[in-house]
């Protein structure tokens, strides 16, 4: 036995000096590894066979500690090691076990074991009680989101979603108010004296109330609880607990009320009600008093507890009480005071005179599943936070203690110990899950709120320091890179925010990273500086790959990238397509035998546009291969015929802001936005180049002005091809050949391949005219199938403005649709573009912070038909300044954006809602959209557009002056006499309105009476006297008009004829 344990601790001996010098090794690579990063940084380092990049690292430490070490610890601990020089770092985190700053751990953990903050208290005094008096009942109904309160001497309150009173009345009746609760069905509220059941009507209008009090009962009723699960609607049921150890089912209907009350129109009517005329079921359940009683929905049964040591706490379906069968008991010494079921966890929490909160599985009696001690008092009250999986109990000393039910453990205890004497006794609590606030009732009413609430509406949200300059979305792995102005680089889990890893000075010290892309699968990250290098990482480990070295003898900001977009990423193979601020759009790439990249494309510069036909033809260049890859190398060809007036001429300004690619389903284009508006669209399919402008026919210039560009965005229709999400689609990997038709001087490419291998197989002989011909008709033919196969789904280009609008081009340079956000303010620049994969919904932010959403999935069904709108249907400030760029998330249904004020920020799709920012404290919990919270520098709600009703699109504005309508006025104003118009009439219409109605000026003279006698007219008519004017007064007052009898007899039948003046 002694030779067996000597060779064990010999064995063992021997494992601890090889773990010994493994960890010394271990120490020394981690050393090296550091150097070699200094020297980077710094820019002396060579690199040689040493290198330590990330498969060497593995491999050795792998060989060091074997097998049993998992990759993406090692891949971590190389993260942190590469990304933060100075960053402390252990052995032991190489097995998983991660050490974090004693600081920043402490804070956290503080800052997240708050849960109520007691300092943003609110307190509701006088509101629901009586001098003396206290708050006996809480209740929260979820579905009306109001708040019911009961006072010990009978006030009865609704409280609406902000904590003002809706309704309240007072019952006067001798006995104390101990318990209320609402009548889902009846819409009535309930409450319970020592014998008496009140049923209230909170809806009477006026200083009308109408009570109902049933009365007698047995025994005095202590608490009250209505079952929601009733299917009746005109139904309900009343489970009450007494002092003599029974739970009481009260079931009422709507008839039972309806019929009583009375017409008479008194300031308060109280009916009394025979309790023999109801049906009661009741049963001895307890020994001792009911202290609670309530009815749990997700259970579908009801408990209770009482000070009985034996029988102290009760559940069982509502049918027990009727047909007396078993029900489940659970045994708990000196009883249950307050208990409480929490739905995630499934487990019922009861508290007691014992201290001690128990917690029990509902099938399991006979032990609880746990205990929770810390209360030095009776245990008194006790609520849920069903969300976060939290109860809160209160001991009668009115100490609070927050428990978690996943990990059985205590988070915040506090006491709030300001208030008056009659405030320091709680008698009732309950927590509005609608709010995230815990309610209490004493005195007077507190509202405590959850911190991670107020940190919401109070805390600035801050994802980096600085500005952001680049957001970008990796979906393959869910997670968000942002880059700010001080070249911090982070990486976020988009589900919970949470950061994976950062990098510091990632091109350098002071060299500000300026543009970012992630490929399509997502494990190659590139970004750009302003000193124009570029650099591809490895987006898992945070590994530099490859990068362009920085440009001899260049500017300042002359090479500043703007914007790159992944082309082609491999093991073999990288391609880029970047735009540099001097206007200039490249294509850089590297293989697997260069260590470094390599520019091998340039776009030519756009020269003068004739302003008539605003198209130049592209052709090959004389050395270009005629193979390519991405997009062929070409130059332009002017047509000298329309640039001879050169005032007609339309030159695009070089200060490029913007670009976006498309290559996928027979199209090749690139997109770019110039700061004088210009929008210049290169088609490699049909060989041109494009300058797409607004034409203002308002306008005498010759050269038209649009405003400046910021963003492009090429809209594709699902059905045309999958969109390319990130970056190109495989059909941008797909090698074309190109070839000059003859006949055309080069001014068109045939992208064809299958054309041109045709004519290099067939071996008869044709002359140079036929080969022509054919040629051109094989070229006509694929235009007209490409033309059937885009129709109705073809590309639409939209580009966002500094005027504030939207246009929407398509791919041959009609303008379809002008866009302009609905806002009572000024327009302001718009300065991001987005869309959903399905190109159903189009997002832009401004310069201010603003956030909108537009429908456009049955504009695109169909282009030509001018019915299909584009609707605008959600509004909202999202940040207080610029929003750089933003994005969609189709599964979450969440738009992310990032703004120059340091934060990114996530909210809801649909509605606005705010969900979070990126580096907050706790995780996002994107399922929750109920709760309607804003930022602390956003005080306007979310602005949901609805559809314009038809009559007001055809309600036409006033124009003034006023002109009078002669027609419409001798229509109005015609008295009994009829006037018949003449043949002639020379009146001038356009008289000003107001003029028009002026009375005329009439030099009175004496008139001559008589009476018609003519009987046959009427009683009325007959009766009227008739005046005869005079020659003088006939001249004067109107001077154009000869009044003419055609019956003196007859009252009617007078005739006016215009003369006119001069005939």
Avoid at 583 to 589: D, L
Avoid at 673 to 680: F, M, R, V
Wanted: aromatic share 8%.
């Amino acid at each position: 036995m002694s030779d067996k344990n000597c060779d064990k601790e010999s064995c063992s001996a021997l494992e601890v000096t090889h773990f010994k010098n493994a960890l010394k090794q271990f120490q020394e690579l981690v050393e090296k590894k550091v150097t070699q990063k200094t020297e980077e940084r710094l820019g002396l380092y060579i690199k040689d066979d040493d290198e330590i990049d990330y498969d060497k690292f593995y491999e050795t430490v792998q060989t060091l500690f074997g097998p049993e070490i998992k990759d993406y610890n090692v891949k971590a601990f190389f993260r942190k090691i590469s990304s933060n020089l100075d960053a402390k770092t252990e052995w032991c985190e190489i097995f998983g076990y991660f050490i974090v700053e004693g600081d920043a751990t402490s804070s956290q953990v503080n800052e997240e074991n708050t849960i109520f903050l007691i300092s943003q208290k609110q307190q509701i005094a006088h509101a629901g009680v009586k001098r003396r008096d206290v708050i006996k009942g809480i209740v929260k109904v979820p579905h009306l989101d109001f708040t019911v309160t009961s006072s010990q001497k009978g006030v009865l309150t609704v409280f609406n979603n902000q904590m003002r009173v809706l309704a309240t009345t007072h019952v006067k009746d001798t006995a104390w108010v101990t318990g209320c609760d609402f009548l889902t069905q009846l819409k009535r509220v309930v409450a319970v004296t020592e014998r008496t059941v009140i049923v209230w009507d909170y809806k009477s209008k006026g200083s009308q109330s109408n009570c109902f009090v049933i009365k007698p009962m047995e025994n005095g009723l202590l608490c009250v609880c209505t079952v929601t699960a009733s299917d009746h609607l005109a139904k309900d049921n009343i489970l009450m607990g007494d002092d003599g150890g029974y739970v009481n089912l009260l079931t009422v209907t709507s008839d039972d009320f309806g019929l009583k009350q009375s017409k008479a129109k008194k300031k308060s009517q109280f009916h009394i009600l025979d309790s023999k005329n109801f049906k009661i079921v009741k049963r001895k359940l307890h020994d001792d008093w009911v202290m609670k009683v309530k009815y749990i929905s997700d259970l579908n049964c009801f408990g209770s507890c009482s000070l009985d040591s034996i029988h102290s706490f009760v559940l069982g379906d509502i049918k027990r009480l009727e047909d007396n069968m078993p029900v489940k008991e659970f045994s708990v010494p000196k009883g249950v005071n307050a208990f409480t079921y929490c739905g995630k966890s499934n487990v019922i929490v009861t508290g007691g005179d014992d201290r001690l909160l128990r917690v029990w599985h509902p099938n399991i009696n006979t032990k609880p599943i746990g205990k929770l001690p810390g209360h030095l008092h009776s245990v008194v009250e006790i609520v849920t936070n069903e969300k976060d999986q939290h109860v809160i109990s209160l001991s009668s000393a009115k100490i609070f203690r927050v428990w978690d039910m996943q990990t059985l453990t205590l988070l915040q205890v506090f006491h709030d110990n300001e208030g008056s004497p009659g405030e320091m006794e709680i008698f009732a609590m309950v927590f509005d899950n609608n709010h995230r606030t815990l309610i209490t009732g004493s005195s007077v009413i507190d509202i405590y709120p959850l911190t991670h609430v107020i940190q919401d509406t109070k805390q600035v949200p801050q994802t980096h320091e600085k500005s952001i300059n680049v957001l970008v979305y990796n979906r393959t792995f869910r997670q968000i890179l942002t880059i700010c102005s001080e070249s911090i680089l982070k990486v976020w889990e988009l589900e919970t925010g949470y950061q994976i890893y950062q990098i510091e000075d990632a091109h350098g010290l002071n060299i500000e990273v300026t543009c970012a892309a992630i490929e399509k699968k997502g494990f190659h990250l590139a970004t750009g500086a302003c000193d124009g290098t570029v650099k591809i990482w490895d987006f898992g480990s945070g590994q530099e790959v490859k990068a362009l070295p920085l440009a001899q003898h260049s500017k300042e900001d002359e090479h500043r990238l703007l914007q790159l977009v992944y082309l082609k990423a491999s093991q073999s193979q990288h391609a880029l397509l970047v735009l540099e601020q001097s206007g200039k759009m490249k294509i850089i790439q590297g293989d697997k035998v260069q260590t470094c990249l390599n520019v091998t494309w340039v776009l030519p510069e756009a020269v003068a546009f004739p302003r008539k036909n605003p198209v130049l033809s592209l052709s090959l260049k004389p050395d270009a291969l005629q193979t390519y890859e991405f997009f062929p190398d070409v130059q332009l060809l002017p047509d000298t015929s329309s640039l001879s007036n050169e005032t007609e001429n339309f030159v695009p300004s070089m200060e490029m802001t913007c670009f976006d690619v498309l290559k996928v389903g027979g199209c090749s284009l690139i997109a770019t936005g110039s700061a004088n508006g210009a929008i210049i669209l290169w088609d490699f399919e049909s060989a041109s180049v494009r300058c797409l402008y607004k034409i203002n026919e308002d306008s005498q210039a010759s050269v038209p002005e649009a405003p400046g560009v910021n963003a492009v965005l090429f809209l594709v229709h699902s059905a045309f091809c999958s969109r390319k999400i990130g970056s190109l689609s495989s059909t941008a990997n797909a090698r074309s050949d190109i070839s000059a038709i003859p006949g055309q001087e080069n001014t068109y490419l045939n992208l064809n391949k299958e054309n041109i291998q045709s004519d290099e197989i067939n071996p008869q002989v044709t002359t140079e005219e036929d080969t022509t011909a054919s040629k051109n008709a094989q070229y006509l033919d694929m235009n007209v199938l490409l033309s059937k196969a885009v129709i109705g789904y073809s590309p639409v280009l939209a580009s966002a403005h500094e005027n504030g609008c939207i246009y929407l081009w398509s791919i041959q340079g009609n303008l379809l649709k002008e866009i302009l956000p609905f806002s009572k303010y000024p327009s302001v620049p718009l300065t991001a573009l987005c869309t959903d994969i399905s190109t159903k919904m189009l997002l832009a932010g401004s310069k201010e912070g603003h956030i909108m959403r537009w429908s456009i999935g049955s504009f695109f069904e169909d282009l030509q038909n001018s019915k299909n709108q584009i609707k605008e249907e959600l509004c909202w400030r999202a940040h207080s300044t610029k929003v750089v760029d933003l994005f969609h998330e189709e599964e979450k249904n969440v738009v992310v954006t990032a703004s120059t004020d340091g934060s990114v920020r996530l909210w809801h799709a649909t509605n606005g809602y705010y969900l979070g920012y990126f580096g907050q404290p706790r995780k996002f919990e994107l399922s929750e959209i109920s709760q309607l919270i804003l930022p602390c520098d956003v005080n306007k709600f979310p602005t949901i557009i609805k559809e314009e009703h038809k009559y007001k699109e055809k309600k036409k504005k006033s124009e003034y002056p006023l002109v009078l309508d002669r027609e419409k006025w001798k229509s109005l104003t015609r008295s009994s006499l009829v006037l018949e118009k003449p043949a002639h009439e020379d009146v001038v219409q356009d008289f000003k309105f107001f003029k028009a109605l002026a009375s005329p000026k009439i030099h009175r003279q004496p008139l001559q009476s008589f009476k018609s006698g003519n009987k046959e007219a009427g009683a009325v008519f007959g009766s009227i006297p008739i005046y005869e004017l005079g020659s003088s007064a006939e001249d004067s007052v109107l001077p154009n008009y000869q009044w003419n009898k055609a019956e003196r007899s007859s009252p009617i039948g007078w005739k006016m004829e215009p003369a006119l003046s001069g005939e």
